[in-house]
Every structure is written in C-alpha cells, then in structure tokens.
C-alpha cells in the first residue's frame, strides 16, 4: 500500500481555515484516499474519501489534483473541539485495509 | 443506529496470563478489521475477516495472537502468554463491504489493555 507523508502537527486559532496536506507519491490506479480524525480515548472516525478531484462534505472539503500523488484536506473555520490527530490515507479499494502513519496533530487555539 | 461496540473497554491482567477482546460489528457489515494502537508503534492493522474468506492475518505480530469470527459477525481477538509490550489499545473496525463503493470503516473506541 501506498506510503503517504504529513506533518507532524500544525497549530491554528479558532474561525481559521486549516489545510493538512498529505504527500502518496505511489498511490496505485484502484487506491483512493482517506482522512480520519482521531480524539484521544477514542476510535478514529471517518472524516471523507475520494479518488480525485475534489470532495465536500458538511464537515471538510478534499482536493485531489489530477496525478493523485498528494491529497489536502480542508477544514473551514475550525473550533476547540477540532483539536485532534488527522490521518492521511491510502486505501486499496479491494481489502479496505488502512494503513496509518503517524498523523498530524492539530492544535486549534482560542 | 449501533456503531461498533468493543468489551471490556479496559482491561488489566498479569504478565503470562491470557486475555480476550470482543468486538461487536455493525449490523450487516461483511468486512471486520483489528489494529492496535500503542506509543511506540502508532496505529497497527491485525487482521481482516471479509465474509467467509480465510481471514488476512498478515499483521498479527506472533503466534501468541489469534482471532475468530463466528457466524460472520462478533470477533474475538485472543491474545495468550501476555508479554509487558501487548500493552496497548486494541480497535476493532467494520465496514460494509470491500467492494467498489470504497464505504469506510466505522471504529469503536477501543479496549485499552494494561499487562502489569
């Protein structure tokens, strides 16, 4: 499976608009790609998936540029509450298994 | 609805003793995943149940770890002579299927397992 790349952590403050960018330079045809949001104490929770161009949800938007070897992840004005661990991932369509890397710890500050 | 539901959600036991996880899927979800997650090693996939397929056990780290799932819903993950470093939160995660409409996997919280 597809290795991907992001920051460690990022600070932000409260209303700010925050992009996790993430890095899967060998991201196969059938992969696609998948962001969690993990609280401690808690499961990861799916956040959105796609397989390019760009996603939105309710809760984040998803751009995906046409090579597909990175991914940003968008969160519009976020709060307190959106202090978490982010993770980036690349997901073979066939098993679902998720492989994690070590996630990006957001810190949204008041 | 019930999301995925995991028992005990903590558990602490001696050092060579053997200890089981229960995780209990989402209702008609076809796929069952186990990872565990500790300091040190982050986040884990274990093993992967997928209908009546023979499982994917190609993330257990020993022979010590086993897993089963009856009638392709509850999961049990075993973990026998437990060692200082099983230490960790063990995740169980379902999905509806693996198929080409990609749906994600839902996770429940966890069973964090301390080996004293």
């Known amino acids: 499976l597809a290795k991907t790349t992001q920051p460690i952590s990022m600070d932000s403050y409260e209303g700010q608009e925050v992009n996790i960018t993430c890095s899967h330079n060998n991201i196969a045809t059938n992969d696609y790609i998948t962001w969690y949001q993990q609280f401690p104490s808690q499961g990861p929770r799916f956040i959105i998936q796609g397989y390019k161009t760009k996603v939105t949800n309710e809760v984040a938007s998803l751009f995906i540029p046409a090579d597909r070897k990175s991914s940003t992840l968008s969160l519009p004005r976020v709060s307190l509450s959106d202090t978490a661990v982010y993770y980036c991932?690349?997901?073979?369509?066939?098993?679902?298994?998720?492989?994690f890397g070590q996630g990006t710890t957001l810190q949204v500050k008041p | 609805g019930a999301g995925v539901s995991q028992s005990p959600s903590n558990k602490v036991t001696e050092k060579g003793k053997d200890v089981e996880l229960r995780c209990d899927p989402i209702s008609g979800h076809t796929a069952l995943y186990w990872y565990r997650q500790s300091l040190g090693q982050g986040l884990e996939f274990l093993i992967y149940?997928?209908?009546?397929?023979?499982?994917?056990k190609s993330g257990l780290p020993s022979d010590r770890f086993s897993a089963e799932r009856t009638g392709g819903s509850v999961s049990t993950l075993t973990i026998q002579r437990t060692q200082q470093e099983d230490s960790a939160v063990y995740l169980c995660a379902s999905r509806l299927s693996p198929g080409a409409d990609n749906q994600p996997q839902h996770f429940g919280d966890g069973t964090r397992l301390s080996i004293l």
């Open positions: 991932l690349v997901v073979s369509s066939n098993t679902g298994k998720l492989i």
């Open positions: 149940f997928q209908g009546n397929s023979a499982p994917d």
